[in-house]
């Protein structure tokens, strides 16, 4: 490179400064922007937007929910908890005095509602003496058979619940809570990214008006900006990500900053899973709801029919022969399945009492803080690693779009050719 020609594009950079100085501020921007982007079509719109199934997006979690709540699940069940270890927590006797006094009132409502529906004028012929003593005698046996069922779950928790369903499926459900599970996860990971496209933008940005001082051919911005969009993401996820563990490089030592806040990652994703998805109440509509719920009913039905049975006493006789044995059967299977209906909202108050005991929160906290790096890596990687490669690419495609404006601006903006300039492109550069 000739003295002359060097004079001359560096007068061109003198007249034109705030141009040229705007190239790294633009390339930082630019890199930070698409990175922020980048981030929230991953978890943004929760519904498809546009006309499927091309032309609109859905972000890429909320779209992939059931595979990325299997892979999320893969971590927890049964490496971290399982459904024994859960129940086996709980003491069955504690269940039944905790959920008492709204399981009696339940009984309370249920034999009136039931016996006015089935037999109206028979409830009402009866003393109220009578009533209140059947009423009282069932409910005498209520913390008993609440108490024998919750040892029966114990005893066959896994032919009753399946916990790896049950979290799967909450998350299908709700897909504002899976994006929240890696939202929460990778809370500082996502904010590392944003920042690190405005550092590294900047970096590669002075090179961008080194090269653009030089050589000024219109494809050159386009095409930095492209290599800035890509580079910022990939860039920031290896920095993510890797290495797995503290390496020496010199006087420094750098590390995955996943890796490096493994026990912060540990508390909020345990806290998080035990506060939206393992809880009491989910369990229990899992357990009532899920796969295994006819197995639960007839486990249920078989205690509720027995206590009706031995505890209505003396009116049973009358009432079998007014109403008729069938009726009275069916009598006995809708209390049964009312029961079980009202049973997820009447057990809420054994929540705080089993959250506690369950203590889910501690529990995955101090497991997941011992992980190896490549099972705690699976916590949140496919978050990024499923689609990856279309975040870098819409990194990519937004810088060459900005390129392309840097471009025109530096077209129209230069309004006042210099003796640079004007040397530069007689010798066919730019």
């Not at 929910?65 to 024994?84: D, H, N, Q, S, Y």
Request: aromatic share 10%; proline share 5%.
């Amino acid at each position: 490179m000739s003295m002359d020609f060097l004079t001359l594009a560096l007068a061109d950079f003198k007249a034109n400064l705030w141009l040229y100085l705007s190239i790294p501020v633009t390339s930082g921007l630019v890199g930070y922007v698409t990175n922020v982007i980048a981030i929230k079509m991953m978890f943004y719109p929760l519904d498809f937007v546009g006309k499927p199934p091309i032309f609109g997006w859905q972000g890429i979690i909320p779209r992939k929910a059931g595979k990325m709540a299997a892979i999320a699940c893969e971590t927890l069940v049964p490496t971290l908890v399982t459904e024994r270890e859960i129940f086996d927590r709980l003491e069955p006797a504690r269940v039944a005095a905790e959920i008492e006094k709204p399981l009696l009132a339940l009984v309370d409502d249920l034999m009136d509602e039931i016996m006015r529906e089935y037999e109206p004028t028979l409830w009402e012929t009866l003393p109220i003496r009578v009533r209140n003593i059947i009423v009282r005698r069932i409910q005498d046996d209520t913390p008993q058979v609440v108490a024998q069922i919750m040892g029966e779950l114990r005893n066959d928790v896994e032919m009753v619940f399946d916990l790896k369903e049950m979290v799967v499926s909450t998350l299908i459900r709700d897909r504002a809570l899976i994006n929240a599970v890696f939202q929460e996860t990778g809370k500082e990971e996502f904010k590392f990214i944003g920042r690190s496209g405005l550092y590294f933008g900047l970096l590669f940005g002075v090179f961008q008006m080194i090269g653009w001082t030089f050589y000024k051919a219109s494809w050159q911005l386009p095409l930095f900006g492209l290599l800035v969009g890509w580079a910022t993401n990939y860039v920031a996820l290896e920095m993510i990500f890797r290495p797995q563990t503290p390496r020496r490089i010199g006087p420094f030592t750098i590390q995955g900053l996943f890796f490096k806040r493994q026990k912060e990652i540990s508390r909020d994703y345990a806290r998080l899973i035990a506060d939206e998805i393992v809880t009491p109440s989910n369990i229990i509509e899992a357990v009532l709801k899920g796969p295994y719920a006819d197995r639960v009913f007839s486990m249920i039905a078989k205690h509720v029919k027995r206590t009706i049975d031995e505890q209505s006493g003396i009116a049973r006789p009358f009432v079998a022969w007014t109403v008729g044995t069938k009726r009275y059967v069916a009598m006995k299977d809708t209390a049964v399945s009312r029961i079980v209906s009202r049973l997820p909202q009447t057990v809420r108050a054994v929540d705080g009492y089993a959250k506690d005991a369950m203590d889910i929160s501690s529990t995955l906290a101090g497991r997941l803080e011992v992980l190896p790096p490549l099972e705690f890596e699976r916590m949140l990687r496919p978050a990024f690693k499923e689609d990856e490669w279309m975040l870098i690419a819409t990194g990519a495609a937004l810088g060459f779009c900005v390129g392309i404006a840097q471009v025109i601006a530096f077209r129209l903006l230069a309004v006042e050719p210099t003796l640079a300039t004007s040397a530069l492109r007689l010798i066919g550069i730019g």
